[in-house]
């Protein structure tokens, strides 16, 4: 433990830890170049063989940057794209931004610190910055967004510049120090641990992006959605948010286990895709399977879905083309089961369906969506915590789909249950709500 992570621990004053001098290096979950070939000819590449923990250089940080001492951060699917180097090795992303030059050029290095999500401290900031200051506890954005770009003053989300932070930088969030662009950061709602604040940013924004923000499908009373993959974390944010917005959210899981677990958190209307055949391994025309889900919702609900929600891609998009009705959406993003979509244009074309693609979200859109935290109507959904030492198993379940939520790993903080700053709203809020996934999942790995 160096000077400066004990200082943190210790609630250093702001002065207090001004004073205390940056390690030479720290701790990090990260890659290495030398084995982005380990998994070649492999159908099983494990992610706990190439995810390692050790130290990395502490780098230099620029005019417009805060380095933050990571208390928590949390498994998102892009950790697992990253350590199985698919579709392409992290280290392309890393050489293409280093040649921008000047401080670009840090990124590209032998070694990748990944994670593109995060709770902690500010340590120090940058001559540049003046929103934030050290002490501030925080929440990071995935979104690495460059100000100088004309489209980032529109929606960031458009700029040809904005990349994932941790994904497609370096220096990410599975660390003891993040290294981060000021745009990236909002105040940690203060009633939350820090495990579960670290869990809060990407998938829910993304989620609110994708259903209520202005660039997405823009839910109303009444709707039904369709949620694929909903006990995941995109999936979990969006029930809540379809719910909260006086819709009528329709979950689709993989398990009968998950699908119980989400009733007991209030989510009345989860189907079992194995129940109607669907994932069972037979072939099957999306027409047909697409006719089953249909005749499923119309008998839960009595009609069909305004909205499908679908970050699950090319196994499912296919059939939420079918199943959206006449005049609605399928909003996608993330595409876990591959980017390579399929469907019958006749029922996007001839039923007047549209397509929305979403990516992330914008910072005004992220500062909407953990205001909602602030006012307890959104739940985090952190199911289990890890060490940073064991993130790799944190990973390898993300991986395997044997996850129900969020996935969230202890960086800095010795333990869980601690960052809160306001007691009182916590227990207004009620633990019972906001430890409610937890205690549906059984012990938290510590």
């Not at 929103?131 to 506890?137: I, Q």
């Not at 917005?245 to 989400?262: F, M, T, Y």
């Amino acid at each position: 433990m160096d000077a400066l992570h004990e200082a943190v621990l210790a609630r250093a004053t702001p002065e207090e830890l001004l004073r205390t001098p940056l390690p030479r290096t720290y701790r990090a979950a990260h890659l290495r170049v030398e084995d982005v070939a380990v998994f070649a000819g492999r159908e099983d590449k494990d992610v706990r063989e190439s995810l390692r923990v050790g130290d990395v250089p502490m780098p230099e940080l620029a005019p417009d940057e805060v380095l933050v001492a990571m208390m928590a951060s949390s498994i998102n699917y892009n950790t697992v794209w990253s350590a199985t180097f698919e579709p392409m090795p992290t280290f392309t992303f890393l050489k293409r931004l280093g040649r921008q030059g000047g401080y670009a050029a840090r990124h590209d290095q032998p070694y990748h610190v990944i994670g593109s999500d995060g709770s902690g401290v500010v340590v120090r900031v940058g001559a540049g910055v003046r929103r934030w200051k050290v002490g501030d506890h925080v929440v990071l954005s995935g979104a690495y967004v460059d100000d100088q770009d004309p489209a980032t003053h529109s929606d960031a989300m458009l700029s040809g510049t904005q990349l994932a932070w941790g994904f497609e930088t370096n220096f990410g969030g599975l660390a003891h120090y993040g290294v981060v662009r000021a745009s990236q950061l909002l105040p940690k709602p203060a009633h939350l641990t820090w495990e579960e604040a670290s869990a809060i940013t990407l998938c829910a924004g993304t989620s609110y992006r994708m259903l209520v923000g202005e660039h997405g499908a823009r839910i109303k009373q009444g709707d039904i959605v369709l949620i694929w993959g909903a006990a995941g974390g995109l999936g979990l944010y969006a029930l809540q948010l379809v719910k909260n917005a006086g819709g009528i959210p329709v979950g689709v899981v993989g398990s009968e286990r998950k699908a119980e677990v989400l009733r007991r958190l209030g989510f009345e209307i989860v189907i079992n895709r194995q129940e109607i055949g669907l994932g069972s391994g037979e072939q099957q025309s999306v027409v047909e399977a697409g006719k089953r889900l249909g005749r499923r919702i119309r008998q839960e609900v009595g009609e069909d879905p305004h909205v499908v929600f679908d970050p699950i891609g090319r196994s499912t998009f296919g059939i939420s083309v079918f199943v959206a009705r006449r005049g609605g959406a399928v909003v996608t993003c993330g595409s876990s089961t591959g980017y390579v979509h399929e469907f019958d244009n006749r029922y996007l074309w001839m039923h007047l369906k549209r397509i929305i693609g979403s990516h992330v979200a914008n910072l005004q859109e992220k500062a909407e969506c953990i205001r909602l935290f602030d006012l307890g109507h959104l739940m985090p959904m952190v199911s289990s915590v890890h060490p940073l030492d064991a993130v790799g198993e944190a990973a390898r379940s993300v991986q395997n789909n044997e996850h129900i939520g969020k996935v969230a790993v202890l960086c800095m903080a010795p333990g869980r249950g601690l960052g809160v700053t306001d007691p009182d709203r916590r227990a207004r809020i009620g633990e019972g709500r906001l430890l409610a996934l937890e205690r549906e999942c059984g012990p938290v790995v510590t």
